[in-house]
Each structure stands twice: as structure tokens, then as C-alpha cells.
């Protein structure tokens, strides 16, 4: 029941990861209100996304901060469809304190790269299990 709450509400989008894709979406939310406040962060590469909708978001938002380009709902609308920029207009329109905006930052990166390393730990510890019992690459 939480994770059908956690999804958006445009049926074509659906997230793998909830957790991850909310610390996506305020990652994204932060970027858009405040391009300033990534200023001196290690932001992490959109591949590390668990939504792919929200990674071309991040995406493009990155791209156009490091340009110093405009940064607008009219402007992103050309490059998604309707359905992703009815999500877009929800995730941007969501409450957001940027009075703790690094902190929210920290907070965020942290889920989304914990979860990368998460799948890669879960990888490692795969292949070692192959490894010992089916003689797996040893």
C-alpha cells in the first residue's frame, strides 16, 4: 500500500525505487527553485537515478545550470511529453524549505548514491557467491 501511495499519479510514470525516486524528485525540486545551492556539491551523475523520467529531468536541469541558461516549466516543456511534465509540474510544485537547502542536499544525494552502491554491493556479493559455489569465474 505505501509504494502505490509513493508512485506518481500519471499511470504511465511508475518508480522501481520510491525511496530514491522522492530523494530524486527533491534533489530535482531544489535544483529548479535554487540552481545556486549545488554550488560546492558533488551532485551525483543522472545514471545514478533510479526513475528514468526523473534522470532526463536532472538531466537537463544540470546541463542547463552548468550553462547558466534559463530554467523554466516553458522551456522544458518541448523536450517531454505531456504526462512527464504533468509529473514535472507536480514534483516542482511541492513544498520545499530552501532555508535547510544544504542540508535537504546532503540528505538527498545521500539516498540516491547509497542505493547505487547498495545494487553494487549486492552485485559483488553475487558474484562471490557463484564464485565459491559454482566455480564461477575461480
Keep these: 500500500r505505501p509504494t502505490q501511495t509513493a508512485q506518481p499519479a500519471q499511470r504511465s510514470i511508475r518508480y522501481d525505487d520510491p525511496r530514491s525516486a522522492r530523494a530524486e524528485e527533491g534533489l530535482i525540486r531544489i535544483l529548479y527553485l ?5 554550488k560546492g556539491k558533488t551532485l551525483p551523475p543522472p ?6 523520467v526523473l534522470a532526463r529531468l536532472y538531466r537537463e ?12 516549466m516553458a522551456v522544458l516543456a518541448g523536450q517531454f511529453t505531456g504526462d512527464e511534465m504533468s509529473h514535472f ?3 516542482l510544485g511541492a ?5 535547510h537547502a544544504d542540508k535537504a542536499i546532503s540528505d538527498y544525494i545521500a539516498v540516491i548514491t547509497g542505493r547505487t552502491e547498495d545494487a553494487e554491493d549486492d552485485l559483488r556479493a553475487l ?3 557463484y564464485r565459491k559455489t559454482k566455480s564461477f569465474g575461480g
Excluded at 536541469?61 to 523554466?72: A, D, K
Design 61 to 72: 536541469l544540470l546541463r542547463r545550470v552548468q550553462t547558466g541558461e534559463t530554467i523554466s
Design 127 to 129: 558474484a562471490e557467491k
Design 89 to 91: 509540474t507536480s514534483v
Design 34 to 38: 535554487d540552481p545556486g545551492a549545488a
Design 95 to 99: 513544498p520545499e524549505d530552501l532555508s
Design 47 to 52: 545514471e545514478s537515478f533510479s526513475s528514468p
